[in-house]
């Protein structure tokens, strides 16, 4: 099996994915699945489902993108700026 590098980052995929939906706002299983389907972020250290991790990278007080690319829109869901 040959590996290959992610070509743009997991913050940058979310982006993508809001970008294209109403409101530019989605829940993190939804924009989970739409980069799976995508296949913008195939490799990922780890064992933490990608949902999980994009509330991590996006969501979270310690988060750098928080407040710069990402509002929480909800409980479940993030809005792009």
């Excluded at 040959?2 to 299983?29: C, Q, V, W, Y």
């Excluded at 913008?40 to 933490?48: D, E, K, M, Q, S």
Aim: no cysteine; charged share 25%; aromatic share 6%.
């Amino acid at each position: 099996m040959t590996s290959t590098k992610n070509t743009i980052k997991l913050h940058e995929a979310i982006a993508i994915i809001l970008l294209n939906l109403p409101g530019r706002r989605a829940s993190f299983d939804t924009i989970a699945t739409e980069i799976e389907k995508r296949n913008l972020f195939p490799n990922r250290a780890g064992n933490i489902p990608l949902a999980k991790q994009i509330k991590l990278r996006s969501a979270i007080k310690s988060s750098r993108y928080l407040n710069t690319w990402f509002e929480i829109a909800s409980n479940t869901e993030i809005r792009l700026i």
